[in-house]
């Protein structure tokens, strides 16, 4: 009796488990298809772009045609701002150091082309030590999957709640204050958020969001937004439930394990799932991310090389 339950519930997460690696090995090769190229913006279009207070960008980019406004209330600075001088507003996270090419023209087009809101591709520079090379690898299987992903099939990309443009207008309705979630309240009115890979913003470190996400509270739309037809917020609440690449590796591992132990003969389909797994967020990690890898390993063999080398030659 004991051994039917255990092969129920085996086979019961056995089945979630391939569901949710499907869907997330789908995720991780529709990132790497190009993403839409936007004609060039018919109309001129102003930008105020919002750093918090200690910010080098405006320093930075003094000489540049950029109006970087900084503040220390976010709702407040938005508020500030005149809907017949800017139409959009960017947020860029306080450890931002650099922006790629370009910058706002691409951001325009996408404007000009209907986006109200964009998520922006945020880079993390510092990749020192595991720790910071962790998070950067941790944020670009994100970028992969929650929004590349998401984006070529037509679905909205999460926002990281900084490194992002949204329409003045919108933003200053729909803000009420410096913690609303404006990430949730453009699913909840089905407004398309799209991600631009090629519009970069370098940071130091990993930014912060600056809203609380409530999974619970987000959870609680599902059902709405399924009889409504939303799939981008169902799609998001599925992918804000999921755990985080390290945690469901740990997980299968163990479960795997745990199999492994009591009936080896189980074990098989659990061990190649893991090896999905793996393979998966390999797919969805950045080639610049492996290069830097291939180039420290490369280095450090010259260094060793020379050093052998020079003990062969006498003094």
């Not at 931002?96 to 023209?105: C, E, G, R, V």
């Not at 409530?214 to 439930?241: A, D, H, M």
């Not at 492996?290 to 030659?313: A, C, F, M, Q």
Request: a positive charge.
């Amino acid at each position: 009796m004991i051994d039917s339950y255990i092969y129920i519930i085996d086979d019961l997460i056995f089945f979630c488990t391939g569901l949710l690696l499907l869907y997330l090995f789908v995720m991780a090769v529709a990132s790497h298809f190009k993403h839409i190229t936007y004609p060039k913006a018919q109309k001129t279009y102003r930008c105020a772009i919002l750093v918090p207070e200690g910010s080098l960008l405006p320093e930075i980019y003094k000489e540049e045609s950029y109006e970087f406004i900084t503040y220390s209330d976010l709702h407040q600075a938005i508020n500030s701002l005149d809907q017949e001088h800017y139409d959009l507003v960017l947020f860029l996270s306080h450890t931002a150091s650099a922006l790629s090419p370009q910058f706002l023209d691409k951001i325009y087009n996408a404007y000009d082309a209907g986006i109200q809101a964009i998520q922006l591709h945020t880079v993390i520079e510092n990749r020192k030590g595991f720790r910071n090379r962790f998070r950067a690898i941790r944020e670009e299987i994100k970028n992969s999957l929650c929004r590349a992903g998401n984006t070529q099939f037509g679905l909205s990309s999460h926002l990281l709640g900084t490194n992002m443009a949204i329409d003045l207008k919108w933003l200053q309705k729909n803000m009420k204050s410096s913690k609303t979630n404006i990430e949730r309240k453009l699913f909840r009115q089905n407004i398309y958020i799209d991600y631009l890979p090629d519009v970069i913003v370098y940071c130091q470190s990993a930014p912060v969001c600056p809203y609380r996400k409530r999974i619970r509270k987000t959870t609680s739309y599902l059902l709405p937004s399924i009889f409504e037809g939303n799939w981008s917020f169902c799609n998001r609440i599925v992918q804000q439930l999921t755990p985080s690449p390290l945690k469901l590796c740990i997980i299968v591992s163990v479960w795997a394990s745990l199999i492994t132990v009591y009936n080896w003969t189980l074990s098989f389909g659990w061990w190649i799932a893991l090896f999905g797994l793996l393979i998966t967020y390999s797919l969805a990690i950045p080639d610049y991310l492996v290069e830097d890898k291939k180039k420290k390993k490369h280095s450090i063999w010259r260094k060793k090389h020379l050093n052998n080398e020079l003990k062969k030659t006498p003094a």
